[in-house]
């Protein structure tokens, strides 16, 4: 899987894992933060974001939460972090 395709799939998965409404992929831009300010998610929404993409990457997140704040900020870095394998690098 491409970069561009890994940050396409991300995107339909932010959609469609959490029934955004009135959001199509296409709307989310690939650097912007994906919560607070961004596209405005909450924690609830990290942890179903998390599960459907652990699910379809087959990746696992990190115990501490710091790393996964990072690792979640936005389409771009949780791009990296899956092209990565999962891994975080310090």
Do not use: C, W
Request: no cysteine; proline share 3%.
């Amino acid at each position: 899987m491409t970069r561009e395709e890994t940050e396409q799939k991300i995107k339909e998965l932010v959609v469609s894992s959490l029934d955004l409404e009135d959001v199509s992929p296409a709307d989310i831009e690939t650097d912007a933060p994906l919560f607070g300010d961004g596209l405005g998610l909450d924690s609830i929404d990290a942890l179903e974001l998390g599960m459907a993409v652990k699910k379809h990457f087959g990746i696992a997140f990190s115990k501490d939460p710091a790393v996964n704040k990072q690792v979640f900020h936005s389409v771009k870095t949780l791009a990296d972090y899956i092209t990565k394998g999962g891994r975080k690098d310090d």
